[in-house]
């Protein structure tokens, strides 16, 4: 199906719909404060510098609030897919609903275009929404259900009353519209030849249909929701926001409901249309396969601060601090505390290695220091016995048939638990001692007091 078929229900040209968050602030009210007197909370610091926006924060009135984000800076490209990920509680939702309208903003802007729309409500955006929960209305069918939108567009009731010296015609192309909707609202559950169907009602039913047929959801046009499995609920919550046309979509989560072969196929077909439709999409999410798989560009949140915006292979490979390469992986990165030794040398109480020579002058600086040593669980090998490598026992063994995870620890002070990646023809039991060798060409290293990544140059 083109795209101009389905566009042809619009009569006015869409236009960029690039989005612009410009220092965004949300501040939710708390209870008045009481005996005691909180402390500001503030996110993780560096040495010298303190955050300047705590997590709570007490008004003049002695009432406490909620900071949930903080300084939001966010361009999202014209035609993008961009998926913010992060864990529960980190404003990732939040956010969305205040691009939609649900949510006032404490401060900062949003730009739709070269438009502001912070005081615009939310059926002024141009923006649809697909809910975690579908939202979909459950005395409607799912024709009704896409056609709702579409039927409350362009329905301004006029404010002025028609003069006395109005001509009778005017008068008759005023309460128009009011004969015609209840004519079709009263003729609308009778057999498809008795209905009444004004000139609007005709072009939502085209693209109703137009819109049904690119999901694949026609036959279903008559069933009430309570008649649908999830997967096909999510069609029609995806239908109802794509017949409006919108500049913008966001995505709240709409795949969680649904098990996993079936948020695998519908993953598919959500990117497939995006890139079809070719319109702004947020798409929020807290699982990092969906983000690494769905998005041009990942947005990594936590604490109501964006940590990382990349694309998801530099995320992956280039992870700006502990939390984003944590985060970002299954399993996770690994971290072992190391003593640094100028020029290449990195010391744990259990090992030594030498790192290549591209580390050299980025150690530099950390001579005599302690360092976090980032390391992939597929960058660990099984190896023969050396001082370089890693004496760990075997705790836990999850065969996945496409490849093995270990989880080890090390016999050292703090006994680290580190995770492991090895071929699915590797045999080893629990309780099993091996070795492991170190991809050194692929390690990460991490202040530990500021948690963020030390880089090689322009190449990482």
């Known amino acids: 199906m083109e795209l101009a078929i389905i566009l042809d229900y619009r009569t006015v040209e869409i236009f960029v719909a690039q989005l612009v968050l410009e220092n965004i602030y949300k501040t939710f009210s708390g209870q008045k404060e009481e005996e005691t007197t909180l402390t500001p909370v503030t996110a993780e610091t560096s040495l010298e510098t303190i955050d300047p926006s705590p997590a709570f924060l007490k008004s003049s009135k002695g009432k406490t609030g909620v900071n949930i984000l903080r300084g939001i800076d966010l361009k999202v490209n014209d035609g993008e897919f961009l998926v913010l990920v992060g864990p529960s509680g980190c404003g990732k939702s939040t956010l969305l609903r205040l691009i939609a309208g649900l949510e006032e903003l404490t401060g900062g802007n949003i730009f ?7 005081s615009l409500p939310p059926k002024e955006r141009d923006i649809a929404m697909v809910f975690q929960n579908y939202a979909l209305y459950p005395h409607l069918n799912v024709y009704d259900n896409i056609a709702f ?29 009011w004969g015609e909707e209840t004519a079709v609202g009263i003729t609308r559950k009778l057999p498809k030849g008795l209905r009444y169907l004004s000139e609007k009602e005709k072009r939502i039913e085209i693209q109703v249909r137009n819109v049904a047929n690119l999901l694949q959801i026609e036959p279903l046009l008559k069933r009430l929701p309570k008649q649908l499995s999830g997967g096909q609920k999510q069609r029609v919550a995806l239908g109802r926001a794509i017949a409006r046309n919108p500049q913008v979509f966001l995505m709240d989560e709409p795949l969680s409901n649904l098990d996993a072969k079936l948020r695998t196929e519908t993953r598919s077909q959500i990117v497939k249309l995006q890139r079809q439709l070719g319109i702004t999409t947020i798409y929020v999410t807290h699982d990092q396969t969906e983000a690494m798989t769905m998005g041009d560009r990942i947005a990594v949140m936590n604490q109501g601060e964006i940590q990382q915006l990349a694309s998801p292979l530099e ?12 985060f970002i992986g299954s399993p996770p990165m690994n971290f072992l505390k190391v003593k640094v030794t100028a020029p290449r040398l990195l010391t744990h109480e259990l090992f030594r290695v030498t790192l290549p020579e591209a580390y050299e002058s980025l150690l530099k600086p950390y001579d005599g220091r302690s360092l976090l040593l980032g390391i992939r669980p597929e960058h660990l090998h099984p190896s023969p016995p050396a001082p370089k490598n890693l004496a760990v026992t075997v705790d836990l063994v999850e065969a996945l048939g496409n490849e093995t995870l270990l989880t080890v620890h090390l016999d050292d002070t703090h006994r680290t638990t580190l995770q ?26 991490f202040d530990p007091k500021t948690k963020q ?8």
């Open 149 to 177: 939108g579409l039927r409350r567009m362009d329905q301004e009731v006029p404010t002025t009353t028609p003069t006395p010296e109005t001509r009778v015609e005017k008068i008759i192309e005023y309460l128009r519209p």
């Open 453 to 460: 990544a030390i880089r090689r140059g322009m190449e990482n």
């Open 420 to 445: 492991v990646r090895v071929p699915p023809d590797y045999l080893v039991q629990v309780d099993d001692s091996l070795w492991l060798s170190i991809l050194l060409d692929q390690v990460h290293l």
């Open 315 to 326: 995320i992956y490979n280039h992870p700006a601090n502990c939390f984003v390469a944590e």
């Open 112 to 118: 739709v275009g070269d438009r502001v729309i912070n």
